[in-house]
Each structure stands twice: as structure tokens, then as C-alpha cells.
């Protein structure tokens, strides 16, 4: 079962819009200054012993830290071959985002990396940001869909909020 501190509620959505409360999913610790936060960002590469293979599949995880949940804005990916500098503008692999704590999928299947994942001059900002618990799991599955092997750098980037409580 999903953890109801993960998602948004939808009654914050209502109650946000009713104050004029933007953006409605931001910690109200935050706003009060029960709760501090900073710029940060999560980066992983599927580069080195790690190379996305070719027409095949990867999965490695990001661990978030103890000292505060993560709040994730945007995401952004570069892919090149494995020289790292040539770089592919269309990018041939599927992605799968899974909460490791709760076993939890963000997607119905695998979806295309330009469909969730900008790139580093046009980042996607998601529509809703997500909250990642501290201590927590996000895995990163990538599908390479073309016959060679691929060098694949994401972040997801957002701000750690301290003194989380769960």
C-alpha cells in the first residue's frame, strides 16, 4: 500500500487553491520555519561497470539521506555514447521510477525517457513534485532500446527538507 505521506492529498489541492496558496504541495513546516531547506540535487550514471548495454536493461538505485526528505522538481538526462562525446538527441530508453521502501512504481509500464526526463538546457519540471522520505529508495530502471551501449547521466533536482517528520 502506498504511503499517504508520499503523494499530495487532494484536499491540499482544494485548500490551496482557496488561500491562493502556490505552490500548494510546498512544506507548511517550511512556511512556518519549523523546517529548513535547501537546493539540492540527486545525480546518477549508468556509465563505467555501469554502462547502460546495449538492448538491455539496468536498474540502479539512488539512496536518499537520513538528515532530510527530498523534494523532487525537475529531472533532467544526458545521454551520449559510451566516448561521452557524442550526444544523442534521440534517445532510444524507456524508464521505470520505483520507490524501493514501498515497492512502489511511479508509471503503469516503462515510459519513453523524453516523455518524464528534459534535458540539461530544458529540464522537465514535474506537474507534481515528488517527496522522497529520508532513508529512502528511489530505483531507476532505463531500457536501452538501440544495438549499442549508452552512457546515461540523470538528476533529479528539488530540495532536501530538514527535520522531516514521517
Known amino acids: 500500500m502506498p504511503n499517504p505521506q508520499s503523494r499530495v ?27 529548513d531547506y535547501d537546493f539540492f540535487g540527486y545525480g546518477i550514471s549508468f556509465t563505467g561497470t555501469n554502462v547502460l548495454p546495449a538492448s ?3 536498474t540502479l ?26 550526444f544523442l538527441l534521440q534517445r532510444p530508453v524507456l524508464v521505470q521510477l520505483n520507490e524501493g521502501g514501498g515497492a512502489r512504481n511511479l508509471f503503469n509500464t516503462q515510459v519513453h525517457m523524453d516523455t518524464i526526463m528534459g534535458t540539461a538546457e530544458n529540464p522537465t519540471y514535474w506537474d507534481v513534485p515528488k517527496l522522497l522520505l529520508p532513508n529512502s529508495t528511489l530505483n531507476v530502471a532505463l531500457q536501452n532500446l538501440s544495438a549499442v551501449a ?17
Open 9 to 35: 492529498p487532494a484536499g491540499a489541492m482544494v485548500a490551496a487553491s482557496h488561500l491562493s496558496r502556490y505552490p500548494f504541495w510546498y512544506p507548511n513546516g517550511a512556511i512556518r520555519g519549523d523546517l
Open 56 to 58: 538491455q536493461s539496468l
Open 61 to 86: 538505485p539512488i539512496n536518499i539521506n537520513s538528515d532530510s526528505a527530498f523534494m523532487v522538481l525537475s529531472v533532467a538526462a544526458v545521454v551520449t555514447q559510451t566516448d561521452n562525446t557524442t
Open 150 to 166: 549508452l552512457n546515461v547521466h540523470i538528476t533529479f533536482k528539488g530540495f532536501k527538507i530538514f527535520g522531516f517528520q514521517k
